[in-house]
């Protein structure tokens, strides 16, 4: 078992385009660059998240589909990236049709975090993030029901407060039905270009709203950072010395030092 518990963090927003997947990649890839041991859990039916780790839909034998369906434990279904120590479990269009197959079976909102229940036990695991689609359907459930806490991406444009409002009231419905336990971790700004006035708005609003819940880093609007996914690799692999890689790995340590002020309070 692992010095560290395992915390489970589900990345999303019910707004689509704000970065999910981008940050569940390159923050997965960065707390791997930090030692850490990850865990990413594409939950999305595009499988976006697999393919901008070099996930072909060829190495898609297993996929998040045959986890809920209880048919592969999570560590079989595990698939090893290019970076040592960050690990996949992808998905493909079979988990569109979850909520269908799954109709009312008995613990249908409680199938991810069931599965996850071995790998608290028994590591090799110091994080899962799971990426979740951009809507509030049965796999965003199990996402949330299945973890600790959530990590929002929020792009530093004019919707911006209004997406993350219908999010925060998501989170208190599944407290007070699945998940008691489960809290904001932080929300990242994204897409953020200091030239422009309305997203140096945006960043002043969402700080004054949510105080010290915001992280301290944002990440820039990066043109590496959109080039990274279709070479099939994280920003931090396909260019570290970036300035999208810089802040992903200052966004990882961020991460990392709230979870041991966590531990120690």
Do not use: W
């Not at 708005?201 to 990440?219: C, E, H, L, P, W």
């Amino acid at each position: 078992m692992s010095a560290n518990p395992l915390r489970v963090l589900a990345i999303a927003n019910q707004k689509g385009g704000v970065g999910k997947t981008t940050t569940a990649i390159n923050l997965g890839t960065a707390l791997a660059a930090c030692g850490e041991k990850v865990l990413l859990i594409d939950a999305d039916p595009q499988g976006n998240c697999s393919t901008g780790l070099g996930i072909g839909r060829t190495q898609r034998r297993t996929t998040l589909y045959d986890v809920l369906m209880g048919e592969s434990p999570v560590v079989d279904a595990a698939v090893k990236t290019e970076l040592p120590g960050l690990d996949v479990i992808p998905a493909d269009a079979d988990l569109s049709g979850i909520e269908i197959e799954l109709g009312q079976t008995a613990r249908r909102s409680y199938r991810l975090r069931d599965a996850l229940e071995v790998i608290r036990a028994n590591g090799p695991y110091t994080y899962v993030l799971i990426d979740c689609p951009p809507s509030l359907n049965l796999l965003t459930v199990n996402a949330m029901a299945a973890s600790d806490a959530i990590l929002v991406p929020l792009q530093c444009e004019f919707f911006a407060l209004e997406g993350l409002s219908q999010l925060l009231q998501t989170v208190e419905q599944v407290r007070s039905t699945l998940n008691p336990n489960l809290s904001i971790h932080g929300i990242v700004l994204t897409m953020f270009d200091a030239r422009n006035n309305l997203s140096n708005q945006v960043v002043a609003d969402v700080r004054q709203f949510m105080g010290s819940k915001v992280y301290n880093t944002m990440i820039p609007r990066n043109v590496r950072i959109s080039e990274a996914p279709s070479y099939g690799k994280p920003v931090l692999v396909y260019d570290l010395k970036c300035v999208g890689s810089e802040a992903y790995l200052k966004l990882a340590t961020e991460v990392i030092q709230r979870e041991r002020d966590l531990r120690a309070n």
